[in-house]
């Protein structure tokens, strides 16, 4: 509400202007985790990582020390990124241990592709632009978001 009410004595628009366009960031913006696109995900790429990778072998005392993390306090995972097969099986891993999945962010990119950017979304991507420029509205909607996703008493991490 900050950004918008200097965004008003700025000349930058009315409030109920600034507000709609505050409204379509944050849709565009959000996640929309939901058990069934989860399901139907976790199905898909079970079958199709077990043909790209016959045998997944992780190590259950690491995902152990991970949940606690997680239930002590807000958890940031910064994998390498050298692939999208990172987020993939970070978050098949936590699927499989039963973690609570993370909420990833994602370039704004795969939100244009229709129907990979809402089963991105249902599964917990939230979406962000790669510039901010000089956007102060969606500078201060982003940091808010992030803020709310990190101070929720849940065992959600965060995963950039």
């Known amino acids: 509400q900050q950004a918008v009410a200097q965004m008003v004595s700025s000349g930058a628009g009315s409030g109920d202007s600034i507000m709609k ?27 199709a990582l077990s043909r790209i990778y016959p045998d997944i072998r992780f190590n259950l005392a690491e995902i152990q020390m991970v ?23 970070i978050s098949y891993l936590f699927f499989k241990t039963n973690t609570q999945l993370p909420n990833i962010a994602a370039g704004e990119d ?36 992030v803020h709310l996703l990190v101070g929720r008493t849940t065992e959600e991490p965060l995963e950039f």
Not at 28 to 47: Q, V
Request: charged share 15%.
């Open 67 to 89: 949940q606690q993390a997680c239930k002590a306090g807000p958890a940031l995972l910064l994998p390498t990124h050298r692939s999208y097969m990172d987020f993939i099986i």
């Open 21 to 47: 366009s505050a409204r379509g960031i944050l849709e565009g913006m959000a996640h929309t985790k939901n058990s069934a696109t989860l399901t139907y995900l976790a199905f898909i790429m079970s079958k």
């Open 110 to 145: 795969f939100q244009r592709m229709s129907l990979v950017g809402r089963m991105l979304q249902g599964c917990g991507a939230f979406f962000m632009r790669r510039s901010f420029g000089k956007d102060k509205l969606y500078w201060a909607l982003f940091s808010e978001y």
